[in-house]
C-alpha cells in the first residue's frame, strides 16, 4: 500500500471527546471515527487490525472444533418472550416494531436464536456435539458508552455456543474453548491472565473471564504469583485457617462511647486496634432481616453476600429498619441481642474472640464479646474482600493486585436456554433429554482497544506486530529524489515479496512529520530510505517499541531485516512460523542478501 493512495486521517491534537489513551489514539492515528454516541467507522487502518484480530480468532475456534456461520443481527421479540428475557434484558436491548406491528430487537447475544436453530435441527444425540460460531455485529443500548471501542453500542464480537448431550461432553467443550482462548490471545501477542469469575459451589469454577492486563483496565484482578489462579478482586476467595479459639475470659461488659461512630474513633477510644472490632452491617434481603458481620478494619463484598444469601434483592437496612432491629442509632448495632432473622459473620471471626462490638444501645460498646457465647451466628463464611495479605485459596502462594480490561468470556450454561426454548434430543435409549450449552465470547473490537491500552507511548500507538494493521513502514524521506523514490520503491516491493504487509510513505512531507505519523500509526518496523543513507549504502531500521535504531548494510539487509524482525515476534511470544501462514514462505525463502542498488 502507498500512504499518498491510501486513507490514513491522522490527528496532530489529542480530540477533546477522548478519556482513555486507546481512544485517543484510535482517532489520532485515524482509525476509527464517530458517528454518533458508541458507534463508529472503521477506517482502513481500523478496519486491517479488526480482520487480524478476527483471523487469529477464527483460525484457533476452528483448531478447536469451532464451525462458523452468521445469524441475522435482527431478531424477532416472541423468542426473546419465550427466553423470558423480553422482559429481563432491560433497556440495554433495543427494541423496536416492523411495519406488521411485530416487536423486534438488534441481538446484543445469540442465545435465542441458535437454541431456536438447534431445536429444530438436532434430533438424535448421534448430532452432538456441535460448537457453532459467528463473527458479528452486536448492539448493546450501553447506559454510558465510553472510551472509544472499549464500551461501544454497536461493536463486534465474537459468539460461539455448544451443544452436547451430557455433563461431561459440556465440560471437554468448555475446556476446549478455555484452550482456545489462551491460544488467541497468546497469538495476539498480548498479556493476559484467564481470570475466574465465579467460583461455583458445585464441582469447581464455571466461568471465566480473560482479561489485557493493563494499568488503565477498570477490573482489578488478584492474582497468585505461584500458580495460575487469578480472579476478579470482588470475586477472590478468601481462605481462612487458624486452631478453635477457647471462650473469652471475662465477661461482656458495656461501656459508654457518647458520639463515636467510625471503628478509627470506637477503636482509639478504646484503646485497641480497629481489627478488634466488628462491624455489624444490617441488610433487608428479600424482606428479611440480615446482620453481616466483618472485622472492624475489613470491606464487607455484598457479591458474596447476596450470592450466600441466593436472594435477588439486597439492601442496606433504612434508619427506621436499624432503629427497629437493634433499638439504637444507627452506628451501635451488634450481635448481642440483635432482633433479626439472621445473623452471618466473615469467616476469620470464628477464629478469635474478645471483640468491641455495638451494644444495641445509643452511645454504648460491648467490649470482651465471644461471639459463640454472646450471639446468634448462624454461619461463618467468606463475606468480605480479598486483600493482599490474603493467600492463594489454590496454592497457599503470595497473591498480588493487577489491572484489566475484560476481552473474553466462557460460560457453562447448563440447561438455561434449552429448558426454556425446549431444545431436546432423543440419547441412545430413545429417551428425550435437553441439550446442555456453553457460551463464549470475545470483544473483537474491544480487544482493538485493549491492545493499545497496553501498548502505547507517548508518541503513539505499539502495535503488537499480530494485530498491527501494517507491520512494517518503509519511509521515503525525499520522494523527489529519484534515487530515494527508486530504492524505497525496490525495499517496499522486496517486503512485500517475503509476505510482509508493508505501507511505503512516499508522501511528500518533511521527515519530521513523517516520522511523528509513522510512530503514531504504530507499525512494530520502519524502514528509513535517505540520501544519505543510499551514499553510504545502509538502511535504518527503527524498532517502535524501543526507539532502537539500527543502521543495516544494503548488501545484507534482507539478512539483518530478517533478523531484526523476528527479535520483535519474539519479543511479542510470537515466532515467526506461528504469526501467519505466510511466515513459512519467509523461513523457505533463504534471504538473498541485499535489495540491488542503483548509483
Ligand atoms: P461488560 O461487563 O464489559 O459489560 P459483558 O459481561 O456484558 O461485558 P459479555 O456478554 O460476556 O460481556 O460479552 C462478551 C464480550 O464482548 C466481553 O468479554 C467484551 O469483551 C465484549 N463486550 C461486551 N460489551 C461490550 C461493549 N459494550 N463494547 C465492546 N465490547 C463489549
Ligand atoms: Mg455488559
Known sequence: MRWSRYFIPTLKEDPAEAEVISHKLLLRAGMIRKLTSGIYTYLPTGWKALQKISAIVRQ?????????????????????????????????????????????????????????????????????????????????????????????????????????????????????????????????????????????????????????????????????????????????????????????????????????????????????????????????????????????????????????????????????????????????????????????????????????????????????????????????HDLRNFTTEDFCPRCRGNMYLTKGIEVGHIFKLGTKYSKALKATFLDESGKEQLIIMGCYGIGVSRILAACIEQNHDRDGIIFTPAIAPFEVVVIALNIKDDLVREQAEKIYERLKDLGIDVLLDDRDERPGFKFKDVDLIGSPLQVVVGAKGIKNRVYEVKIRQTGERLEIPADDFVQEFTRIRNDVLAHFGLTPAVKNGKEALLQAHKPQGSVEFNH
Open 60 to 380: 484457533e475456534m476452528n483448531r478447536f472444533k469451532g464451525i462458523e456461520m452468521l445469524m441475522p443481527a435482527v431478531q424477532p421479540g416472541d423468542l426473546w418472550a419465550e427466553s423470558g428475557r423480553w422482559e429481563a434484558y432491560g433497556k440495554e436491548l433495543l427494541r423496536f416494531k416492523d411495519r406488521h406491528d411485530r416487536d423486534y430487537c438488534i441481538g446484543p447475544t445469540h442465545e435465542e436464536v441458535i437454541t431456536d436453530l438447534l431445536r429444530r435441527e438436532i434430533k438424535s444425540y448421534r448430532q452432538l456435539p456441535l460448537n457453532l460460531y459467528q463473527i458479528q455485529t452486536k448492539f448493546r443500548d450501553e447506559i454510558r458508552p465510553r472510551f472509544g471501542l472499549m464500551r461501544g453500542r454497536e461493536f463486534i464480537m465474537k459468539d460461539a455456543y455448544s451443544f452436547d448431550i451430557d455433563d461431561a461432553g459440556a465440560s471437554d467443550s468448555y475446556e476446549d474453548m478455555r484452550r482456545a482462548y489462551i491460544s488467541i490471545f497468546e497469538k495476539l501477542g498480548l498479556k493476559f491472565r484467564a481470570v475466574e469469575a465465579d467460583s461455583g459451589a458445585i464441582g469447581g469454577s464455571f466461568s471465566h473471564e480473560f482479561m489485557v492486563l493493563a494499568e488503565t483496565g477498570e477490573d482489578t484482578i488478584a492474582a497468585c504469583t505461584d500458580c495460575d489462579y487469578a480472579a476478579n478482586l470482588e470475586k477472590a476467595e478468601v481462605r481462612c485457617e487458624g486452631p478453635d479459639c477457647e471462650e473469652c475470659s471475662m465477661p461482656a461488659e458495656k461501656v459508654a462511647t457518647p458520639g463515636l461512630h467510625t471503628v478509627e474513633q470506637v477503636a482509639g477510644f478504646l484503646e485497641v486496634s480497629p481489627g478488634k472490632l466488628i462491624k455489624t452491617m444490617l441488610y433487608n434481603a428479600d424482606g428479611k432481616s440480615v446482620a453481616a458481620l466483618i472485622r472492624g478494619d475489613r470491606e464487607l463484598n455484598e457479591v458474596k453476600l447476596k450470592n450466600l444469601l441466593d436472594v435477588t434483592s439486597l439492601e442496606m437496612a433504612s434508619p427506621e429498619e436499624v432503629e427497629k432491629w437493634s433499638g439504637a442509632k444507627v452506628g451501635f448495632a451488634g450481635p448481642a441481642g440483635l432482633k433479626v432473622d439472621r445473623i452471618i459473620a466473615d469467616l476469620e471471626l470464628q477464629f478469635d474472640t474478645d471483640w468491641v462490638t455495638g451494644a444495641n444501645e445509643t452511645d454504648a460498646h460491648l467490649r470482651h464479646v465471644d461471639l459463640k457465647r454472646d450471639a446468634r451466628v448462624s454461619g461463618y
